[in-house]
């Protein structure tokens, strides 16, 4: 007879379990190269941001990743062409929280979340 727990019978052990099975959110894929997620991670044209997007579609400080939490947001700074998650442009200066495998798209230039 199997024995049964807390764990593997009731709701609350259920929810724990589909908790510890989702994946965690630590970097992103551009060009190639894989960028650890910091606590804040500014996009955009200019040099002052820690992901420089050399594109006219891109505005000068386009778009921001900040981690709130144990979990990680996008945000768009009021881009002139905005900033699209899952091919939906999300709205101005709203937080929009990321999870593994999204793309986030800048101008032509495309994120993954992993």
Same mark, same amino acid.
């Given at each position: ?6 764990? *593997?019978?009731? =709701? /609350?052990?259920?929810?724990?379990? +589909? ?8 970097? $992103?894929?551009? *060009? &190639?190269? &894989?960028?650890? $997620?910091?606590? +804040? /991670?500014?996009?955009?044209?200019? =040099? ?8 006219? !579609? ?5 778009? /921001? ?8 947001? $996008? +945000? ?9 998650? *899952?091919?939906?442009?999300? =709205? =101005?200066? &709203?937080?929009? &929280? !990321?999870?593994?495998?999204?793309? /986030? ?5 495309? $994120?993954?979340?992993?």
């Amino acid at each position: 007879m199997a024995e049964t727990t807390i764990v *593997n019978d009731s =709701p /609350i052990g259920q929810h724990l379990n +589909k908790i510890a099975e989702s994946k965690q959110v630590s970097y $992103l894929v551009f *060009n &190639k190269k &894989k960028i650890d $997620l910091a606590a +804040k /991670i500014s996009f955009g044209r200019e =040099p002052d941001n820690t992901v420089v997007i050399d594109s006219k !579609l891109a505005s000068r400080h386009h778009c /921001i990743i900040q981690k709130i939490r144990d979990e990680f947001f $996008l +945000k768009d700074e009021g881009s002139t062409n905005g900033t699209f998650l *899952n091919g939906s442009r999300i =709205p =101005p200066d &709203k937080y929009v &929280k !990321l999870n593994s495998g999204d793309k /986030i798209r800048i101008g032509s230039s495309e $994120l993954v979340i992993s």
